[in-house]
């Protein structure tokens, strides 16, 4: 028994020793790796930028009152499409009582002095018919009494104005009736009947009675980073996409860039507007969420390499060519000359031909 367990120790050790012999020897042996290869492109590049703003109209015309009273009747409703000079609202006018009562006190002291010039009148008229009185004489009565007429005229529509806001004789002009200024749609009405309104003077803007907007002139207006501000111009193409409609797109044009920057997040944003050219068939509501996509470069057919085989050392970049695949691969690192760059595919102006095979990712199984 004591032979056998000699040998099978004798076994045991010996196939430690074989077996550390050959590990020390694999690990001796350079390691080979197996690199996925990549082909070189001809390819058009573009990049771009996006924004982030909203859809509105061009101009919104808040639409106040010429005089100040109370909602009488609101005639439309906000979404109802409404067109220059059409009436949107009434107000009725709640009088002032000093002026009131200054323009009744003014009413009766015409009638009074119209009613007495009515008196002459007649009076020189049948003088004048009887030859008692002077043309001159006449003339001058007949001038008092059209001036009286007048006057008692004047003070009816003073007071009709002050109770009312309007004369008859005025009335298709109305100032108690607020028009629309433009043709176009209803975006808000924020008044309703009972309402106090009060017209626009040097101490307050004025009620806003509607707010009017003509939907099929709209523009982007969004914000773009500093960084990126300098490579726009005005007249560039750009690509609207809406939250609210998917898979569509509206061209538009750029057409303002802000000269001055807003910090926002700790960062400078400069605003943009775009004129957008929305079909006929699509109806695109105000307020509506979107991203502008321009396009600050474009390199035409050039030669192209995913931008993760680029190797950068410093200011230079080179890139990894395969030369041989048997029996094993192998690569030059060639100094390139790169240029723009979409974010995932880089041009190569020099160093690279068509159709050449770089050194992409290593695979994980190595020999």
Not at 15 to 21: A, K
Request: hydrophobic share 35%; net charge negative; aromatic share 6%.
């Amino acid at each position: 028994m004591k032979k056998y367990a000699k040998i099978a120790a004798m076994v045991i050790i010996g196939l430690i020793f074989v077996g550390t012999f050959v590990f020390l020897y694999q690990k001796s042996q350079p390691q080979t790796w197996v690199y996925e290869t990549l082909n070189t492109t001809i390819a058009d590049l573009e990049k771009t930028t996006v924004a982030t703003g909203k859809i509105e109209p061009r101009d919104e015309i808040l639409i106040k009152p010429q005089i100040s009273g109370i909602i009488d009747v609101v005639y439309k409703e906000a979404g109802e499409n409404v067109k220059k000079g059409e009436v949107i609202a009434k107000v009725k006018v709640i009088p002032e009582l000093g002026q009131l009562n200054a323009a009744e006190s003014r009413l009766r002291l015409a009638q009074i002095n119209a009613q007495q010039n009515e008196t002459d009148f007649e009076r020189m008229k049948n003088l004048y018919e009887q030859k008692l009185i002077s043309s001159e004489e006449y003339e001058k009565s007949e001038v008092s009494v059209k001036q009286a007429r007048e006057e008692l005229q004047t003070a009816k529509d003073n007071l009709q104005i002050i109770k009312e806001g309007i004369t008859q004789n005025s009335a298709s002009f109305s100032s108690t009736l607020i028009r629309s200024t433009i043709d176009g749609l209803i975006l808000d009405v924020p008044v309703k009947e009972g309402n106090s309104v009060i017209m626009s003077n040097t101490f307050n803007d004025g009620t806003t009675i509607a707010t009017v907007a003509d939907m099929n002139d709209l523009i982007f207006r969004g914000n773009i980073d500093e960084t990126e501000v300098g490579r726009l111009h005005e007249g560039m193409p750009v690509k609207i996409s809406l939250g609210a409609l998917q898979n569509m797109t509206f061209d538009a044009e750029l057409e303002y860039i802000s000269p001055k920057g807003i910090e926002q997040n700790g960062a400078n944003q400069f605003e943009i507007k775009a004129a957008i050219h929305v079909p006929d068939s699509i109806t695109i509501r105000s307020g509506y969420s979107a991203n502008a996509e321009i396009v600050l470069e474009r390199a035409h057919q050039v030669v192209t390499v995913p931008e993760s085989t680029i190797e950068f050392s410093g200011d230079s970049t080179f890139i990894y060519i395969l030369t041989d695949s048997v029996p094993e691969q192998k690569f030059i690192r060639q100094p390139v000359t790169t240029g723009m760059s979409d974010g995932i595919r880089i041009e190569i102006k020099l160093g690279l031909n068509e159709g050449q095979k770089v050194r992409g990712t290593r695979k994980e199984n190595n020999q």
